[in-house]
T-cell receptor, first 113, second 112 residues
Framework: ETGVTQTPRHLVMGMTNKKSLKCEQHLGHNAMYWYKQSAKKPLELMFVYNFKEQTENNSVPSRFSPECPNSSHLFLHLHTLQPEDSALYLC????????????FGSGTQLSVL | GEDVEQSLFLSVREGDSSVINCTYTDSSSTYLYWYKQEPGAGLQLLTYIFSNMDMKQDQRLTVLLNKKDKHLSLRIADTQTGDSAIYFCAEKDSGNTGKLIFGQGTTLQVKP
């Protein structure tokens, strides 16, 4: 149990669908992150939230829309995705925005058909 | 730009020591990390080292940092089959965004 829970574990969607990924952390942390892990590529930071405020958007296409209603929950809303968006999407949290210790969830394996 | 590089694959026999190497480019990195990813799971923080240290030991794990050469290594003593996983090296971005720069990961295969 890592303290960071992601749902669903697996998701298959068509390019015209709208879906959402959910992340919840039970660690009392203030910062939350979305990372994308594609095959044979390093992890890519997508978004950072600190105390519910977005502090980083790493040039992510607008078809990915994050939402952070409170410090414990983070969503990633998906619409009109492309097949190349298929990847493992990892949520992480850390005590502060400094990111000294990131705790990761198990990820959502996304396949876009 | 910032970059972290690792070899992609390492195979060892059970009971041997494993050494996974990493090089990075940002000389102002404050923290360097080793993460482990088992199949179907997220990344688990194994250990980290402050940039003003040159060695850290934690049970079977030894981290060595050579700041001059920007080289980080992870040594696993008495490697077990349960250590088979992908190991990621990461450096903390020199800004205050919490951004970690990850390497591509080294797949460690432990043969019985």
């Amino acid at each position: 149990e890592t303290g960071v829970t992601q749902t669903p574990r697996h998701l298959v969607m068509g390019m015209t669908n709208k879906k959402s990924l959910k992340c919840e952390q039970h660690l009392g942390h203030n910062a939350m992150y979305w990372y994308k892990q594609s095959a044979k590529k390093p992890l890519e930071l997508m978004f950072v939230y600190n105390f519910k405020e977005q502090t980083e958007n790493n040039s992510v296409p607008s078809r990915f829309s994050p939402e952070c209603p409170n410090s414990s929950h983070l969503f990633l809303h998906l619409h009109t995705l492309q097949p190349e968006d298929s990847a493992l999407y990892l949520c992480a949290s850390s005590p502060g925005q400094g990111g000294e210790k990131l705790f990761f969830g198990s990820g959502t394996q996304l396949s876009v058909l | 730009g910032e970059d972290v590089e690792q070899s992609l694959f390492l195979s060892v026999r059970e009971g041997d020591s494993s050494v996974i190497n990493c090089t990075y480019t940002d000389s102002s990195s404050t923290y360097l990390y080793w993460y482990k990813q088992e199949p179907g799971a997220g990344l688990q923080l194994l250990t980290y080292i402050f940039s003003n240290m040159d060695m850290k030991q934690d049970q079977r794990l030894t981290v060595l940092l050579n700041k001059k050469d920007k080289h980080l290594s992870l040594r696993i003593a008495d490697t077990q089959t349960g250590d088979s996983a992908i190991y990621f090296c990461a450096e903390k971005d020199s800004g205050n965004t919490g951004k970690l720069i990850f390497g591509q990961g080294t797949t460690l295969q432990v043969k019985p």
